[in-house]
């Protein structure tokens, strides 16, 4: 090796070794007749030393080095006269007698500091300096922790990890496929897989039992900062098993994470119904680092001639703790983010509880004293507490409330990035309407399972009964939420080939499309499958909310960007006329 230690391992117990280094330079000092470097690797940094007096011409070499040239530097460890107790390394440093630079460096386009002074796009586009910074380092050394953890408890399990194939068919997980042309088959196309889920379905079939993946997934939708196109999931699969068994097996592996990394011990998971998310949290990924649960109020609001209510299908509100003397500037405030598109509320309604405890509402002309009492008392409102109130569609003001809730959250400082609040969600419905559309979706994908109980509701349906409510359908589906994250979920599979029909039916699939796209799922189904379920996990955004941080491409080494975009090697880019005859592809736009 070229080197004897890391810059990141030698302390005062080392001095007087004679060491070799090699890393990059990040800075360059002279004091006097001294010249000091800091010599950084992977594992930290430490000083470098040269002496005018003792060799001028290396320390004169020395002085002429540049920010990340790569070094080697050989030499004797001293005890530093003058220590920094902020760094590792800061109570020696190296007296250089031989110095190689390995390889030279134009000056880098930002500073390889914590705090950096390169914007995103620039530090995107020289990606592997920006790799060079503590921050980034450190992410990906979690991620790495994670996927070891991650490993052994499965493998501890009894789980095999078993690779599938990134060329196949389309699978619908909701968004869009993205596409790979044949060459030797012309005008077909292969599809990079959404998720894994129908081939570990077969590995069930197979008889693997117990499968894992640290997989790619690739989907074709718009990104935020918690999505990429190309990220990655723990994918698992397991046969004769029942929901239970899924949850205690995936809650093991959570609460295994939190411990080895996180050095957390946590309490069993909570547990809430699709319906309870929605009716208390307003989401179905509820984030439970603080209370304001949903209060609603139609039964004490209705009949006292105030329009908004009457005409509304729901009125509910939070109780904001400590901010009954919020201002009226501050309350507009509040108002125009209600009103704001993206939440979508047409008005906000409050009443503030006074540290006296007198109410002052904004909806003092239609309701007295005795009624706002009432409806203050089914929030047991103390003095000094804030009634936030939506009106109007049910599913439209859960929704916005939802947002004015974590927004309060956020304002009063409640939703703390050390804090970690895990749950399941279950009892997911199985179908979700679409308006647009004009027909039913799979609110998971139409493998799920329906809840045994409700299958003859599907049955009246295909029989032509209208009445038939298909959202009432449950389906045994959960989800595991982290601070109002979706961490991952999964469901309890159909195993079975008429069940499966049926609900491709329900889709909306002719019987055509369903035997052409899922035929070899449900050919499989006819040779014993086992009953099976399974899970997966967004592996990136896991790792972002133990690291309680927000974009998940800080935790991916090589991320694309808002547009999907890969604009250090300038990705997606035209292909040569040749390659396109080769697929038998022609451009038209
Ligand atoms: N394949 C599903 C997904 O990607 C997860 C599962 O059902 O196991 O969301």
New binding site residues.
Partial sequence: MLRTHTCGELRMENAGQTVTLCGWVQRVREMGGLTFIDLRDRYGITQLVFNMEINPSLCEDARQLGREFVLSATGKIAERSNKNPKMETGDIEILVDRLTILNTSKIPPFTIEDNTDGGEELRMKYRYLDLRRNVNRKNLELRHRMAIETRNYLNNEKFLEIETPYMIKSTP?GARDFVVPSRMNPGQFYALP??P?TFKQLLMVAGFDRYYQLVH?FRDEDLRADRQPEFT?I?CEMSFVTQEDILETFEGLAKQLFRSILKMEMENFPRLTYENAMRLYGSDKPDLRFGMQFVELNDVTKGKRFRVFDEAELIAGINVPGCGEYSRKQLDELTDFVKRPQVGATGLIYIRVSPEGTLRSSVDKFFTVPDLTAIISKFSAKPGDLILILAGKCHKTRSALCDLRLEMGTRLGLRKPGTFKPLWVIDFPLLEWDEETNRYYAK??PFTAPVPGDITLVDQYLSGDQKADLEKVHANAYDLVINGVEIG???IRIHNKDLQKKMLTVLGFSDEDAASQFGFLMNAFEYGAPPHG???FGFDRWTTVFAGADSIRDFIAFPKNNAGRDVMIDSPAPIKEEQLKELNIRITI
Wanted: with cysteine.
């Fill in positions: 997980e959404q998720s889920q997934c999931q994918d998971h994908h979920g999964g469901s399974g899970i997966a």
